[in-house]
C-alpha cells in the first residue's frame, strides 16, 4: 500500500554552530521568496527578535517561519547554536523531517556544530550541508566538506545520511550554487530553494486519522495565555474542538481549542484548521507543558515523551539588600521577583526555580549564559537583585557524587599553546586531541570539569591575547574530582566605607592591584573597588581626598594620570566571584561586593574558614 504525503509542504531546521550564519541564510531566504512587499523595510537578522539576540549576535530563542516558493510551503525553524539551549534543539529536530546544516566556509566543524548534528542524525534527518561564507578570501570548501564527512561518519550517519547535497553560499550576498568555486555564485538561492524541495521528505498525509498534536516549543500571550507549538503527526484539528490533554504524568484534561495561528513569513497569523503535516501554534490550554499529545477525547494515544535537558549549573538570587538597594531599580520587592522568575519557568523549559528563604531562590539553567541571559533581561526591565557564585550541580549516581565535565575545544595561536595546555591541566583538565594547521594556529580538544571553566574564558582571552577561540558544549556526568578545581587566584581591593572613590585616593592604590571603579563612583563599606596584585583580601580607603592646605593649589591633582579602570560586563563579573561575594544588579549598575558588609565579621569569619581548612 502507497503511503499518501503532503507535496504541498516541507518542514526544515536550520542547524549551525554559532556566527556561522544561519540566521543571516533565513534572512535571505525570506527576501528572495517575495514575501516581503517591495517597499517594506526589513531588518537586518530579522529572526532574531530580542535585544540581546541583536546586540550579541546570537539566536538564544527557536524561531519558526514560512515561505512559499514554486506553489509549496517551507517551513524554517531557525535554532539556537549554543549549548546552553541545547534542549530546543534537541525538541525542533521531533518536529521536522530534513535539516540544513551550515558551515563556515573558513572554520569548518566546531563543537555545536557537532553537538547539533549529532541530535539531527539521532532523528534519521535527511541533511542538506551548506558550505557559507564561500565569498571570504580564506574560505577552504572542500576541505570543509572533507571535515563534514569525517564528522558524519564520527557520529555514525547511516548511508542515506552520507549520500547528502551540498550547497555552496554566502548569504550576506544572497547568493548560491552547486560548485564550491565562488566565482560560479548564481545571483540568487534558487539552487537552495531547490534541493529543499528535492531532497527533504514530504511529511506523510494521515489527516483522516485521529488527531496527535505535540508540543515541542512554548510561547506567552498577555491575551489568551500560554500557547503550545508543535506539530500535527496524525489527523486534524480546528477552532472549537473538544480536546484531550495527555500530561507527562499520563493524567488527562479536556479543553476546547480557542485559536490556531500558523506561520508565514515573519507573522504569526490565525487559521482555521492544521493537519498533519502543518506546524502550528494553538492557544486554549492553560497548563500545557513541552512533550505533550493533545488527541481527540474519545480516541486518547499519547507520542514519547520528549527528552528536556537537565540543568548543570546553579546560583542564588536574592533580594537585593546593599546600602544602595532600591535607588536605581524599578522591581525591589520579592514579590515581583518570585512572579518574574514563575513568569520565566512559563516558556523557559531547561530552568528550575526553587524557593530557598523569603528573599532567595535557587535558580538552575544550562549554563552561564542561560543565566546571564535572564539577568540581563532582568535588570532591562527595571529588576534589581543581587546573585552569588554559579555553582555547578552535582549529581549522585549509583551512590558516587559526579559533576558535569565539558568537551572544550580551543584554537589558538601556537605560541600560547603551552599556556593554555598548563592552565587546562590546572583546572583538572584531560587532553583529547591536538592538531596544528601549519598557519600558525593549533587546535587543542580537553574534557574538563564544567567547573574548571566558571571564570576561565577571562584568563584565556589574556592568554592569547584576545586571538584565542574557546567553545565548549556538554559531555558526560563523571566522578568527581576531589580538590580546588580552578577560581580565582587573586584578593580583592574592598572599600572601606561610604562615599565617592576619589583619584587621589585611585592613584595610591595602582601599584596595589587593579582598580574597577573610576572617580566619583558611588561607593559602599564592603563594595568590591580593584584586585589586589596578591591573594590576600585587602580593605582600602577609596573615598580619602587630598588634604588642602593654603600652600598648595587643588589645582595641581589635575595633572596626575590614571590607568583605566578595568569595566567589567556582567558575563565577566559571574565568573569573576568567589563564595564570600554577591553581584548586585541594577538597571543602571554592576556592582561586586562581599556577602558580609562589615569588615571585623568578615576577618572574623577568614579566620575560622582558614582554621577549618587546617
Excluded at 19 to 36: A, P, R
Excluded at 393 to 398: G, H, L, R, T, V
Amino acid at each position: 500500500m502507497s503511503v499518501k504525503l503532503r507535496e504541498d509542504i516541507r518542514n526544515i531546521a536550520i542547524i549551525a554552530h554559532v556566527d556561522h550564519g544561519k540566521t543571516t541564510l533565513v534572512d535571505e531566504l525570506l527576501k528572495q521568496s517575495g514575501i516581503f512587499r517591495s517597499n517594506e523595510y526589513v531588518e537586518e537578522r530579522a529572526m532574531d527578535s530580542n535585544d540581546l539576540e541583536r546586540e550579541r549576535g546570537i539566536t538564544i530563542l527557536a524561531k519558526n517561519t514560512a515561505i512559499d516558493y514554486a506553489g509549496k510551503r517551507i517551513n524554517i525553524l531557525d535554532t539556537p547554536g549554543h549549548a546552553d539551549f541545547g534542549g530546543e534543539v534537541e525538541r525542533i529536530m521531533k518536529m521536522v523531517d530534513g535539516v540544513l546544516l551550515v558551515v563556515d566556509a573558513y572554520e569548518g566543524t566546531m563543537p555545536q556544530t557537532r553537538f547539533v548534528l549529532k541530535k539531527a542524525l539521532e532523528q534519521h534527518l535527511k541533511p542538506i550541508v551548506v558550505v557559507n561564507k564561500i565569498d571570504k578570501d580564506s574560505a577552504r570548501p572542500d576541505e570543509v566538506v572533507d571535515e563534514v564527512i569525517d564528522l558524519f561518519i564520527e557520529l555514525g550517519a547511516d548511508e542515506d545520511q552520507l549520500e547528502f547535497p551540498v550547497v555552496y553560499a554566502s548569504a550576506i550576498n544572497g547568493t548560491a550554487s552547486l560548485d564550491s568555486n565562488p566565482s560560479n555564485q548564481d545571483e540568487n538561492m534558487k539552487c537552495l530553494y531547490d534541493t529543499i524541495l528535492d531532497y527533504v521528505p514530504a511529511p506523510i498525509d494521515n489527516s483522516d486519522e485521529p488527531l496527535q498534536f505535540q508540543t515541542a516549543l512554548l510561547d506567552y500571550s498577555d491575551y489568551v495565555g500560554r500557547i503550545g507549538i508543535g506539530r500535527v503527526f496524525r489527523g486534524s484539528m480546528k477552532v472549537g474542538d473538544a480536546v484531550t490533554l495527555i500530561k507527562l504524568d499520563g493524567t488527562t484534561k479536556n479543553f476546547r481549542v480557542t485559536k490556531i495561528f500558523g506561520y508565514f513569513g515573519l507573522k504569526r497569523e490565525e487559521i482555521q484548521e492544521a493537519k498533519a503535516g502543518d506546524i502550528v501554534a494553538v492557544s486554549g490550554m492553560d497548563d500545557i507543558n513541552v512533550g505533550e499529545t493533545v488527541c481527540p477525547i474519545d480516541h486518547q494515544e499519547a507520542l514519547p515523551v520528549l527528552h528536556i535537558d537537565e540543568p548543570t549549573l546553579q546560583m542564588t538570587f536574592l533580594v537585593n539588600n546593599s546600602p544602595f538597594a532600591g535607588k536605581e531599580g524599578k522591581w525591589v520587592t520579592a514579590s515581583k521577583i518570585d512572579d518574574r522568575l514563575m513568569q520565566q519557568l512559563e516558556t523557559d523549559v531547561s530552568l528550575r526555580v526553587e524557593q530557598a528563604g523569603n528573599d532567595s531562590w535557587i535558580v538552575s539553567g544550562r549554563g552561564e549564559l542561560h543565566l546571564s541571559v535572564l539577568i540581563e533581561n532582568m535588570r532591562r526591565e527595571g529588576f534589581e537583585l543581587q546573585v552569588s557564585k554559579p555553582e555547578v550541580i552535582i549529581k549522585n549516581i549509583d551512590g558516587i557524587d559526579c559533576e558535569p565535565v565539558e568537551r572544550v575545544q580551543i584554537d589558538t595561536p601556537d605560541e600560547a599553546v603551552g599556556a593554555v595546555i598548563e592552565s587546562i591541566g590546572q583546572r583538572k583538565g584531560d587532553m583529547v586531541d591536538m592538531q596544528a594547521d601549519g598557519n600558525g594556529q593549533t587546535r587543542l580538544i580537553f574534557n574538563v570539569p564544567a567547573r574548571g571553566l566558571i571564570g576561565y574564558r577571562t584568563e584565556f582571552m589574556s592568554m592569547t591575547k584576545g586571538y584565542g577561540i574557546l567553545n565548549h558544549t556538554f559531555d558526560s556526568y563523571q566522578p568527581m574530582q576531589k580538590g580546588r578545581v580552578g577560581g580565582r587566584r587573586n584578593g580583592v581591593l574592598v572599600a572601606q566605607e561610604n562615599g565617592q572613590a576619589t583619584a587621589y585616593s585611585i592613584t595610591g592604590l595602582e601599584d596595589r592591584g587593579t582598580v574597577f571603579v573610576e572617580p566619583g563612583t558611588d561607593v559602599y563599606g564592603g563594595m568590591i573597588v580593584g584586585e589586589n596584585s596578591r591573594e590576600n583580601d585587602l580593605t582600602v580607603n577609596i573615598t580619602k581626598a587630598k588634604a588642602q592646605t593654603n600652600v598648595r593649589s587643588s589645582t595641581k591633582d589635575q595633572t596626575v594620570t590614571l590607568k583605566k579602570a578595568k569595566i567589567m560586563t556582567l558575563e565577566e563579573s559571574l565568573e569573576y566571584l568567589n563564595d564570600d561575594e554577591y553581584l548586585e544588579v541594577t538597571p543602571e549598575s554592576i556592582r561586586l561586593r562581599k556577602k558580609e558588609l562589615d569588615k571585623s565579621i568578615r576577618e572574623r569569619l577568614a579566620r575560622k574558614s582558614k582554621y577549618a581548612e587546617e
